[in-house]
Every structure is written in C-alpha cells, then in structure tokens.
C-alpha cells in the first residue's frame, strides 16, 4: 500500500542518511527524530519569521531543518519535538559557510515544500506529550545532550531580564529566573530562563505568581550542576501556562493541600532574591540546627566568632597566578601566559589560604581561607603573609594571633553546592568581614 503513494514520482525513493544528502538529492526517503525543535524567531531584521529543526538518524548524523513564516503553524503538529518520521521530497539546499552554525554538521540542510511527505513511524503513539518528571528524579550527573520535562509551583519570578557581561567579546546574554518546587524535593529548583524566552510575552501569564502559586510545566530544560543545582532553557524548552496530565494534576493536589509549606519555601526564596539592609546574624549553634528542608542553595547568614588557637602551621603560601590563582612554580613577579585561565597577562603573585577553627559562645565550627579573605583578616597583605611564613616568623604571626583571639569578626557563611545536589548541608565561608 506504501508504495502506491510513490507512484506519481518518477524513481521510487530509497532510505538513505542524513550524511547521504546533498543539494541534487530529490528521490529519497530518511527516518529522523525531532531532536530539538526551536520557538517561532524573528529574523534580525525582523521581516522573515522561522523555526529551526535538529534532525537526526539512527547513525547519529545530524541536519538542520528549516520552516518559514505560515509552515510553523503548518507543520506544528506534522513535526513534533521527538517525534520519529519518515521524510521524503524535503528540498535539500547548500548552505553558505558564513551561515552555518554549530547545529550543523553537513553543508546541507533540509527545506519543507508543497511536496515534500512526512510520515510518523509509530502514528498509534499521537501526539508526543511531555514527559514530566518529580525534579528529584532528575540526575545529577549531567549528560549535555539529555533533557528533561517538569512541572512545579512558581515561587518566584524575576521582574526584569538581567544581562550577563559578555565573556572574551562574545554577544552578551540575557537571562530571567523562574524558581519552583514540588513535593519530591525540599530545595526550591531555579530555572534560568536565557534570551529570547526573558521577552515579557513569555511572563505576562504569570502577573499574579506572589500570591497564586501557579503550576507551570517546562519542556526541554538542561541540567545545570556547576552551583548547585539549577536548570536552563535550551533550544525546544517551551513553557507551558496550564501544564496537563497526571503529573501535573498531582502537583495541584499537592499544592491546595500543602499551602503553608509551599508559603513557607517562598518565604526563603524571597528573603534570598530580596535581602534586607542589615546581616543576618546568627549563631554557630543556630546554624548547626539548620536542616537541608529549612535551609536553600544561596541563602547567606553571618556569624560573629574569633579564633582562639590560630596556628602557622595552617597557613599555607604559595605562588600562583594573579587572575585565577592557580599554583605556578614561576619565579614572583615573573610575566606569563596561564594555562588554567588561558588569559595572556598574568603575573606570578604571592597567594595564601589559612585553615581555622572559629568559635563564638555557643560553639565550634572549621573554616578555610583562601587569598583576599585572608588579607582581610590577618589585615597583612598576601605578600606580608608570604614572607612571615617562608620566614617561619613565630614572632611576627604572635600580633596575628592575639587580634583573631580578642577581636571578634564576622564570617558570612552560606550552603556549599551539596545542598543542591544531594541534599546535603554543609557550610563554606563566603567572606570575612568586620
Ligand atoms: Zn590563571
């Protein structure tokens, strides 16, 4: 029966792979996934309107996709994000190398026409819906390709796109948190939401997000490791206002019933997002008390401590680069080109880190210091510090010693990137002050 449909064409098509394709390729036929599946932009000039498709083949190969102006609306159901099809009369056309992106993988890419056949290979599956998962459940070993769907109670939106400072002269970003949660996790999830999804579009469905607690689904958001946890838009992420299906239906459930612990989380994101004048002081045993559930990846607290047995020997110096300290056997001062950093312009600089026990009336707690924070509390700069302790100077570090033990000081201390990860919560210094 198949067959009969490829009559009207002159040669019957034969399945190929993307990697067979070129520009004079017109009888074919690929099977593809819908790998990622961008949001309907606006050309830079902003008179043509597109959508960008990722195709990809069983052998991994990769092309891009291209829909145009009315064919989004078109296509919309015909090519579902990770749906699997079988393609055939799609115009294959060249792209010039000024045009090619990193999506691409071949020269070529895949155009849609009047003609072109698009067929699902497992059509009794209909409509691909998202997969939405407890934010528990996603890993935290990160697989750059993986991606995942979520649902969760809105706690927080940022007002305004924030821009994030270009790095070596590449096009500076936008960025605009969304912070949610859901029953499986005590940590509120941040979601930072980048460039064209921080346009007030996207965030004019959620005005009343303070008071109403709205359940919001997400697709295709990366996971994002370095602090924390956290997660990102990528290329298919779409958020999606009224999120449907058991998952989602749960979340509600959860959420009516649940009000004051929802409140109550919302509560920390706030306190966080908009910090008061004054430090938030507390005590070594207060914080001891603090539990991963009442306790969120970037609050900040202060403790007011010295240090009553401050050693030398906890003082470690060294000599490392100026821009991001790392260890360097270089002679002081010496001009050199960094290859932890990679900038050009550093020079070999005395660093210093100290380990200490601080205490205030209620208890213990260990710390270490690293370079700008030490100079700050021993009030020596790195390079003093270097000296007294190449010289082995008992001595000069006895002045040290008596200001850190009858001088109390504030340490601000925060949750290191376990509470996010495992749940588990441990305290890093931030910063000394005074
Ligand atoms: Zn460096």
Avoid at 128 to 136: G, L, T, V
Avoid at 192 to 218: C, H, M, R, Y
Avoid at 335 to 344: A, F, I, N, Q, R
């Amino acid at each position: 029966m198949a067959d009969q449909k490829y009559k009207t064409t002159r040669q019957k098509p034969e399945y190929v792979y993307l990697d067979q394709l070129n520009a004079a390729c017109k009888t074919y036929i690929v099977r593809v996934v819908v790998a990622e599946k961008g949001r309907d932009t606006l050309s830079s000039k902003k008179t043509v309107r597109f959508q960008t498709l990722l195709l990809k083949d069983e052998k991994g190969n990769r092309m891009r996709g291209t829909l145009f102006g009315d064919q989004i609306e078109a296509f919309e159901e015909a090519l579902q994000y990770l749906g699997e099809y079988d393609i055939s009369a799609a115009p294959i056309k060249f792209i010039e190398e000024k045009w090619r992106t990193e999506l691409d993988q071949f020269p070529y890419q895949m155009a849609f026409g009047s003609r072109t056949m698009i067929q699902p290979v497992h059509p009794e599956l209909g409509p691909i819906m998202p997969n939405y998962q407890p934010i528990a459940s996603i890993p935290r070993t990160v697989d750059p390709d993986e991606k995942y769907d979520i649902v969760g109670v809105v706690l927080y939106v940022e007002e305004e796109p924030r821009k994030i400072e270009a790095r070596d002269g590449k096009r500076e970003s936008f960025v605009r948190e969304i912070v949610v949660t859901d029953e499986s996790c005590d940590q509120p999830l941040t979601i930072s939401l980048w460039n064209d999804l921080t346009a007030p579009k996207f965030f004019e469905k959620l005005p009343n997000w303070a008071e109403a607690f709205q359940v919001i689904g997400f697709r295709a958001l990366k996971p994002y490791t370095r602090r924390g946890f956290s997660m990102n838009s990528g290329m298919s992420t779409r958020i999606i206002y009224k999120p449907e299906g058991d998952r989602a239906r749960e979340l509600s459930d959860w959420a009516n019933l649940f009000h004051q612990k929802i409140l109550d989380r919302q509560t920390r994101v706030l306190e966080v997002k908009y910090p008061g004048e004054n430090k938030k002081i507390v005590s070594i045993a207060e914080l001891r008390r603090k539990k991963p559930s009442n306790t969120i990846q970037e609050e900040l607290l202060w403790i007011e401590v010295t240090i009553q047995n401050a050693e030398l020997e906890k003082v470690h110096a060294y000599t490392g680069c100026s821009n991001c300290w790392k260890r360097t056997n270089l002679p002081l001062q010496k001009h050199y080109s960094c290859t932890s950093c990679y900038k050009k312009e550093c020079i070999c600089t005395e660093r210093t880190t100290f380990k200490f026990e601080a205490s205030d009336g209620t208890g213990t707690m260990a710390f270490t210091n690293f370079n700008d924070d030490t100079e700050r509390l021993f009030r020596r700069s790195a390079a003093e510090t270097y000296a007294i302790k190449e010289a082995d100077d008992h001595n000069a570090f006895e002045a040290i010693q008596d200001m850190l033990r009858s001088k109390p000081f504030y340490i601000k201390v925060g949750p290191t990137s376990h509470l996010g990860q495992n749940n588990v919560l441990e305290w890093n210094l931030k910063g000394i002050g005074t």
